[in-house]
């Protein structure tokens, strides 16, 4: 079959690979002219025999829908845009709504794998009209791993990308997870293997997962993670399960949890935790950090002559 690819970097990039070896047409474009087949969006279409297929692959948000308004000048009425970013499952049903004004099909499609895709192939959750998943089944069919699973046709338009974010929001609770347990390891004098543990657990224990291969291949190069901060980006799909989590009245504890971690990790000096210590010295006279580093209840300190309430 032959496709458009629209951004081509980690993940598009490797994505028109492995169509390639699949034995598809790929005509590739990128913002960076060296990694595109042609000069501009519109050269792209032109390449193309009808009815088209476009895939999506640039970031969320503004290159997005920039992408989609430009598709939808340029391509005509019974052409395929699939969506293969991390898009917020609203934009999906903006876009769909859009495009169908000039009939234009329109495929929302979570890929997860990540630069791993490649050799692995890319698990794929669709959102859209069969008719139109089922067309491009020969292109899901390639990029998807070997075997029975790895595909979902998940529902209607916005379907496909609301699995994929609740699967990313798993996905950073089951991180935190691993993180809040390495990070006891690490701390205890009991276990003196910490990455044996962890490496151990890979065969036979329940919580043996990809994640945790993952997790083991990073302490192989840095046992105690010495060489990074701990300091971790979220790009939008943790907040959009929690908003929607809101939105259904549906408790979300851990994955709320994980994504505020990520939040904290960002902050040097708590504004927070400020209030906190101030309050505890007001009212327990409790030591406080000064600003400059020092720990201790200082000559001005409240509790310092404060004479506390008689408990009755
Ligand atoms: N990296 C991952 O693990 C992963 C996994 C699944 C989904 N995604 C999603 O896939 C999309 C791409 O991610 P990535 O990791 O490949 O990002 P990337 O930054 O490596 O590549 C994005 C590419 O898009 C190009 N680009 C940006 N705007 C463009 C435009 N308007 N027209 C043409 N090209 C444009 C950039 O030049 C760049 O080469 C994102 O939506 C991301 O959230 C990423
Ligand atoms: O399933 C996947 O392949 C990943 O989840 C992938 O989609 C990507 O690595 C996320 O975009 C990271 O998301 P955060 O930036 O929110 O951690």
Not at 64 to 86: A, M, Y
Not at 221 to 239: C, F, N, V
Not at 250 to 271: C, G, K, M, N, W
């Amino acid at each position: 079959m032959q496709i458009g690819m629209v951004g081509l970097g980690k993940m598009g990039g490797n994505m028109a690979e492995r169509l390639r070896r699949g034995g598809h047409e790929v005509v590739g474009y990128d913002h960076h002219r060296e990694a595109s087949d042609v000069g501009s969006l519109k050269e792209l279409v032109d390449r193309l025999e009808t009815p088209r297929a476009v895939w999506v692959m640039v970031p969320a948000g503004a290159p997005t829908q920039q992408t989609v308004d430009e598709l939808g000048k340029l391509l005509s009425e019974g052409d395929v845009v699939i969506d293969g970013g991390n898009s917020h499952y609203v934009d999906d049903q903006k876009h769909a709504a859009e495009l169908a004004e000039k009939g234009i099909r329109f495929v929302d499609c979570g890929v997860s794998g990540g630069v791993w895709g490649l050799q692995n192939g890319y698990a794929l959750m669709c959102g859209g009209d069969d008719s139109v998943v089922q067309h491009m089944m020969p292109i899901f069919e390639t990029l998807k791993p070997e075997g029975e699973d790895g595909f979902v046709h998940a529902g209607a338009v916005g379907a496909g990308h609301f699995a994929k974010m609740v699967h990313n929001g798993i996905e950073y609770g089951m991180m935190q997870s691993f993180a809040e347990g390495w990070e006891l390891l690490e701390a205890s004098d009991i276990v003196t293997d910490v990455k044996g543990c962890f490496s151990s657990w890979r065969t036979g224990t329940v919580i043996r997962s990809w994640l945790l291969d993952l997790l083991v291949r990073a302490l192989d190069s840095d046992e105690h993670l010495e060489e990074l901060r701990g300091y971790a980006q979220d790009s939008g799909e943790g907040r959009w399960t929690v908003q929607a989590a809101v939105d259904h009245a549906v408790p979300l504890p851990v994955i709320t949890a994980a994504l505020y971690a990520r939040f904290a990790s960002r902050q040097e000096d708590p504004p927070a935790m400020k209030v906190v210590a101030a309050l505890r010295n007001q009212f327990g006279g409790h030591a406080i950090a000064s600003a400059e580093g020092s720990v201790g209840m200082g000559a001005d300190s409240p509790g310092a002559d404060v004479t506390p309430p008689k408990v009755r």
